[in-house]
């Protein structure tokens, strides 16, 4: 879509936010809102809102109000959220199977087709359905079914041989859950951290400061 | 510190990460560090490190560096990491689970004290040296031990109830791994969210773009 060029930075980050509570008010069967509306639900501005959207054309009708069923799935379009990549995920610990269980990769863009651990007593186990593979069979793996996507439930120590294997093997893409920045060595992939202890600490001076840094 | 006061947000946004950097150098016995170093270890420029750590005072010199252990003592208590924070979790499925076991809360300024769960069956249990208590006693607990923070590892659903006990008793600080904003209705809180699936919907755009939206 041609005016896709022109939004920034900083609308896309909120896009999935946008995202979550027009799919909540689909589900509810709202099937239009003011930007007024959507505000006070949002806990942002009517202004705000209206600049955000209108980087998508015109879902808003002065009197009408957004199309909410047209605006969701149009914002999954700018996602990609159908593009169901080959996804993997390495690491089965608790964070990794909350992951792997709790998540609706389908709905997201992905679709989790492989899950791998070095522990033997889980390889063979299964979880949502998938099969534990070892690590010791990843470089196989990734160079017969090419995932274009690993998901890193790792500890800082074991990322980095793993992620040579999967970069060589053609990986271009992670979510990671390190603490290890493979953007240092290997500056083409796409990374997507969550660092739960950095959130944690900022809430700790938050609370400490009483300061929004929001 | 008198300093402090003119840390603008971005910096902030930042310190959990410096703070990281400085830890591993710290535990690998590196006591000082130039500006040029720490920017390729951290993949920033030079300039943008000076200009950060500027804002805390005197900890570079010209021809020395930065002195490493007072750098991270520095931004430790800045972040308020010595504060102890009182505590509690709620939810343990594998989120909750991952988040009691793996996070060093006592490092990142939080004593955890308390677990709950609503399911019965997991009343009782132990996780990470924590006995696991119902949900239905949370309101006495809250209001006998006063706890200063909850993490909430609970799905949408669950949250609206256990909030209002836990803001009645007092709580204002959330870290919430729920897509409950729990701000609309109680503006005068400290929450800090971490949505994992925005972070995956974001990794589907990046892939999807091949941009850079960091």
Not at 122 to 137: A, F, K, M, P, Y
Request: net charge neutral; aromatic share 10%; glycine share 8%.
């Amino acid at each position: 879509m041609s005016t896709q060029e022109k939004i920034s930075v900083s609308v896309i980050r909120r896009l999935p936010r946008y995202y979550r509570f027009l799919g909540r008010l689909k589900d509810t069967g709202v099937n239009r809102i003011s930007s007024k509306e959507l505000a006070v639900r949002m806990g942002l501005t009517a202004s705000q809102i209206r600049h955000d959207l209108n980087c998508f054309g015109g879902f808003g009708q002065q009197g009408y109000g957004y199309d909410v069923p047209r605006l969701y799935d149009e914002i999954g379009n700018i996602l990609g959220l159908s593009n169901n990549y080959n996804a993997i995920l390495i690491g089965v610990g608790n964070l990794g199977k909350a992951v792997a269980n709790h998540i609706t990769f389908a709905d997201r863009g992905f679709s989790l087709n492989a899950i791998f651990d070095k522990n033997p007593a889980l390889v063979g186990t299964q979880i949502n359905g998938i099969e534990v593979q070892s690590t010791d069979d990843l470089k196989e793996y990734c160079e017969a079914k090419k995932p274009q996507a690993a998901f890193l439930c790792l500890p800082y120590e074991g990322v980095e041989p793993l992620a040579e294997i999967l970069y060589n093997a053609g990986v271009r893409a992670f979510w990671n859950f390190s603490h290890f920045d493979l953007t240092l060595k290997y500056p083409d992939i796409v990374m997507e951290n969550v660092h739960l202890t950095d959130s944690l600490m900022t809430l700790c001076y938050r609370m400490s400061e009483q300061r929004d840094v929001l």
